[in-house]
Nanobody, 121 residues
Framework: QVQLVESGGGLVQPGGSLRLSCAAS????????MGWYRQAPGKERELVAT???????NYADSVKGRFTISRDNVKNTVYLQMNSLRLEDTAVYYC???????????????WGQGTLVTVSS
């Protein structure tokens, strides 16, 4: 069983910063692409940023230049540094990871439980 545990959400004023963390634990052979997604009230879940095991990154246009995704392959942890936060960044942020159970097996995916980020004055 593979689990993702997120932390770092909270309340922040517009223009402020937060750093989210997501740590993978359990039994797996390798971790592949990891990413952050978010879901605002009344909206569908959307991609925020992804990072491959080789640390290539991809961002949603709405967060480019403000958010930075990174990962520590030793700690099996992905981070999301969020700067210049806006009201519209308010959402539940979810972590997702691709993994294999053993060498040569197919890729599976797992989601975290989500962490709430509220941007408000």
């Amino acid at each position: 069983q593979v689990q993702l545990v997120e932390s770092g959400g909270g309340l922040v004023q517009p223009g402020g910063s937060l750093r989210l963390s997501c740590a993978a634990s359990g039994s797996f052979y390798s971790l592949g692409t990891m990413g952050w997604y978010r879901q605002a009230p009344g909206k569908e879940r959307e991609l925020v940023a992804t990072i491959t095991s080789g640390k290539s990154t991809n961002y949603a246009d709405s967060v480019k230049g403000r958010f930075t995704i990174s990962r520590d392959n030793v700690k099996n942890t992905v981070y999301l540094q969020m700067n210049s936060l806006r009201l519209e960044d308010t959402a539940v942020y979810y972590c997702k990871a691709e993994f294999t159970r053993w060498i040569g097996s197919r890729w599976l995916e797992v989601w975290g439980q989500g962490t709430l980020v509220t941007v408000s004055s």
